[in-house]
């Protein structure tokens, strides 16, 4: 399996040893790439977004899932229970939007939109917490003491 985060963007400068940690920690199970992807360029909110679904769509994979604060709010035990279900040969794609969202073609292309909290968070911290889980799901799995609750 290869795991791969779509970002629209570019991370956090304070957060890249924490997503360096969890990509290594990932490598035993799934490699992990991040692949950072521009940001829209237009005045407007809708062209900047428009520009990055390009982007997003281009890249994505079939059965891609998407990160909106409107998604479905799942447990790491969820998370795992995905991760679990995938075939051994499969390459997943997450994608996190950049600071305006995503337009609803990418939401409605996606195979499944997920959210993380009720919260609007950064999308740099989205990865962070993306990579974590990610690492979590994997570990509930192979019933790792990681999980501790």
Request: proline share 4%.
């Amino acid at each position: 399996m290869k795991l791969r985060l779509l970002v629209v963007g570019r991370g956090s400068r304070e957060l890249s040893d924490f997503e360096a940690r969890f990509i290594e920690r990932l490598k035993p199970f799934a490699p992990c790439q991040v692949v950072e992807l521009p940001e829209g360029r237009g005045k407007q909110v809708s062209q900047r977004k428009q520009e990055e679904a390009k982007h997003i769509l281009k890249h994505a994979g079939n059965g891609f899932v998407v990160f909106d604060e409107r998604g479905a709010l799942n447990s790491s035990k969820q998370w795992a229970g995905f991760l679990a279900a995938l075939p051994g040969d499969a390459q997943q794609d997450f994608v996190i939007g950049g600071a305006d969202g995503l337009t609803d073609e990418v939401r409605s292309k996606a195979a499944a939109c997920w959210s993380l909290s009720k919260l609007t968070l950064p999308h740099q911290l989205v990865r962070a917490v993306v990579l974590e889980q990610l690492y979590r799901g994997f570990t509930i799995n192979q019933g790792h003491p990681y999980h501790r609750v």
